[in-house]
């Protein structure tokens, strides 16, 4: 892995993070543009928690991780504290490997 | 010092619940930041590639993505190119956070070099601008000292630590990112078109490089296109 890389990946990624704070303030968004902005972030973030939950590379990730992420998610619904959640999704996830779950 | 005094106005704006919620993040991200350090010094790499590379591009799924298609054998451009196809949804994000930053050029700097999920999805969770200023600012800056001590920590470790599956570890990324978005889904739109995203996000990941699906999701927007009926505000 080049330094070069490194820089064009760490650069790329810094115009990425930038573009939005640096123009926002040129361009007045429509209130309706803003709705559908904090809609994209949410319908980003629960894809991104999907895929990860179910995916591993391009294959299904195997049980074990999703059905911790589904009972973490249930108690969240439940209005569980987060380190409880959290705590409780990877303690399912590895007591069913343990179990040779998948 | 500015930044210390602003770091006590932050601690006092924020509520224990969501503190807490941020420390475990830091804990959950520190143990996957000491494995990568640790994945990249075990597959030949020189500990300064992932120490420098968590400092300057600081994204963890991306360090992952462009580290993984070299230690493949795959080229620097690919991997370039994996890392920033992952991190173009950091572009939607800076939108998001962009009223958080303040108003000078360098606290802009930082803060969006600060973007993350996770920080974006702390500040989105909060009720008010205060309270989302606090989350985004505090999450991100503890989130960037864990992230590095620990990137650094396992690649000097390299070896010691094992498989971190075994603890169902990769259970914690999607749950915490579940549990922080639930407050947007109280919205029927959002809802639906979240649901649709994810559906289309799962169904394409066989075909498609990593990092292209979630990207795709946001066609689920679609649903939101319709002008809704008065739908009730949320946050």
Known sequence: MPLLAIAVLAAGTFGFRLAGPALRHRLRMPD??????????????????????????????????????????????????FPVVVITACATTAILRLLGVP | MF?????????????????????????ADAVVGAS???????????PWVPTSMSLIVFAGG????????????????????????????????????????????????????????ESVAFAVG????????????????????????????????????????????DAAFPAVLLTLVLPSLADRGIRHAALLGAVLAVAVTPFLPAGLPPLLALAGLVLLARPAPAAPEVG
């Open chain 2, 126 to 169: 909060q009720p008010d601008p205060a309270r989302r200023r606090a989350a985004f600012w505090t999450c991100g800056i503890a989130l960037f000292a864990c992230w590095n001590l620990a990137v650094g920590a396992g690649a000097l470790a390299a070896t010691a630590i094992g498989n971190t599956d075994a603890f169902g570890l």
């Open chain 2, 62 to 117: 991306s360090q992952f993505a462009a580290v993984g298609v070299v230690l493949a054998g795959g080229s620097p451009v690919a991997a370039v190119a994996a890392g920033l196809l992952l991190n173009s949804r950091l572009l939607p994000y800076g939108f998001a956070v962009a009223d958080l930053l303040g108003g000078r050029w360098w606290t802009r700097l930082a803060g969006a070099h600060l973007t993350t999920d």
């Open chain 1, 32 to 81: 309706r543009v803003d709705r559908l902005q904090a809609a994209g972030v949410a319908v980003l973030l629960i894809a991104l928690a999907a895929t990860s939950a179910l995916t591993e590379g391009h294959g299904f990730a195997g049980w074990a991780r999703p059905a911790g992420v589904v009972v973490g998610g249930a108690l969240a619904v439940r209005r569980a504290p």
């Open chain 2, 3 to 27: 930044i210390l005094v602003d770091m006590r106005t932050f601690w006092r704006t924020l509520d224990r619940g969501t503190l807490r919620a941020i420390a475990m993040v830091c804990v």
């Open chain 2, 36 to 46: 990568f350090g640790a994945v990249c010094v075990a597959g030949g790499l020189r």
